[in-house]
């Protein structure tokens, strides 16, 4: 052959190998999510990038708001056409409604390769399995039963840290005669199931909420125990301003932040905010468990469920078995949920930068993982349905913002609501 053809010809020949390499290995990975505040987006990124660097595509699927309804109601368009994302963020019981529906595919492959039943807690399998296959992937564990509060404003109103619900009760007109907003809310139906379900919590117990509101028992959810729970409820929530309906999660955080409000009630993607926003934590904002609660530990777990894909191809399922095999590194747990404010799902990630809240509700997780008192939040639909959850979310919000229901009509508002969602 002649040289300088030969030499002409190599390297396109190489270059040819290359694209047919990539073609062969790489894929598109599309994931639809509701992570869009600073702090989420900060931490998806992390998971972004170390996909990106697999050689792989990603392609973001992010739908603002509702809590994460919005992206649901588009994802179950999405797959009922036959055009699902690759995967999605689905949580609880959610994902074995799905899989009920035969829309997730099998991630035992990847699972046993890499020995997943020995990586996680034993309280999160069964929910990441359906009929005893692996279908999704837990990326974090968060807790839900924080307060967020100002240090500097309880410091110069000469208020005490609220210990439980009396002293918080106590706390919210001395904040506002003070001068400062006492509750930094926002009128979201899932941030008032937050709200009511850290108050359940504390009067209830880790107990007596399982009962309730994971086994749905009747009894308790008729008790004297959860009149109490939406006498304090209604008290609380008179000191929600007439602007929390127009406020996200993340503008009350800036409220903490500005010294306007006093007090966050909200689970600790908060802190992955005020991380964002360059604050230190647990100096001028500082989180306890909500008054009351300390020992139990309400936890949600974020997860991404695995979609069958119209396309069967050796590199579309090398693409998902990637991107649910990086979730689960160590490298991913720590960088991610250093952003995120949340706590890793395995116990082998290095906790070096935990920030001071974290590492208060990782000693707590602990603790409550040994005493019983860890307990799956309602709020997020964890501990039931998403129809039981709605029931139950709808009939808290109505509550709220309707003066005119009684503690006890709304018990037996919840009790039929919850009847008539199962």
């Known amino acids: 052959m002649n040289t300088s053809i030969s030499n002409s010809i190599s390297p396109l020949f190489i270059l040819l190998s290359s694209l047919l390499t990539f073609s062969a290995t790489a894929s598109q990975v599309e994931v639809l999510h ?56 689905i949580k609880g019981h959610n994902i074995q409604e799905w899989a009920k529906l035969g829309f997730l595919t099998s991630l035992d492959d990847i699972a046993k390769q890499e020995q997943w039943d020995a990586k996680l807690p034993e309280f999160i399998k069964p929910v990441m399995k359906y009929q005893g296959h692996y279908v999704a992937v837990p990326i974090n564990i968060h807790r839900i039963n924080w307060l967020w509060f100002n240090a500097t404003i309880f410091n110069k109103a000469n208020i005490a840290i609220p210990r439980d619900l009396t002293e918080l009760i106590t706390a919210l007109p001395q904040l506002e005669v003070a001068g400062y907003l006492p509750i930094a809310h926002t009128s979201e139906p899932w941030a008032d199931a937050i ?21 749905l028992n009747p009894q308790v959810l008729a008790s004297p125990a959860m009149i109490r729970a939406f006498a304090k409820l209604r008290t609380i929530s008179l000191f929600i301003d007439d602007n929390a309906k127009n406020r996200t999660w993340e503008q009350s955080t800036k409220l903490l932040i500005e010294d306007k409000a006093a007090i966050q009630i909200m689970g600790d993607w908060v802190a992955g905010k005020l991380l964002q926003e360059k604050q ?25 469920a695995f979609f069958k894909l119209k396309s069967v191809s050796s590199e579309v399922k090398q693409a998902q078995n990637t991107l649910a095999s990086i979730i689960l590194t160590p490298a991913l747990q720590r960088d991610f949920n250093a952003k995120k404010g949340s706590l890793p799902i395995i116990e082998t990630t290095d906790k070096g930068n935990f920030n001071a809240c974290t590492q208060q509700a990782y000693q707590d997780y602990q603790q409550a993982t040994r005493d019983n008192t860890l307990v799956p939040t309602f709020s997020q639909a964890m501990a039931t349905t998403t129809y039981v959850q ?21 018990v037996v508002q919840l009790v039929n609501a919850i009847k008539a969602a199962q």
């Open 34 to 89: 509701w992570w869009t505040s600073g702090g989420e987006l900060d931490a998806l990124s992390e998971l972004q990038n170390k996909v990106e660097e697999t050689d792989n595509t990603w392609l973001d699927f992010a739908i603002k708001g509702g809590g994460g309804n919005s992206a649901l109601t588009v994802l179950r368009s999405r797959a009922v056409s036959g055009n699902p994302p690759t995967a999605a963020l």
């Open 390 to 410: 709605s029931a139950i979310t709808r009939v808290i919000s109505n509550f709220i913002y309707d003066k005119s229901i009684t503690n006890q009509a709304a």
């Open 195 to 215: 709200l009511f379900e850290s108050i359940s919590l504390s009067i209830l117990g880790a107990e007596q909420y399982k009962q309730a509101f994971v086994e």
């Open 280 to 304: 230190q934590l647990n100096t001028k904002i500082r989180c306890i468990p909500f008054p009351g609660t300390a020992g139990t530990f309400s936890y949600n777990v974020d997860s991404f």
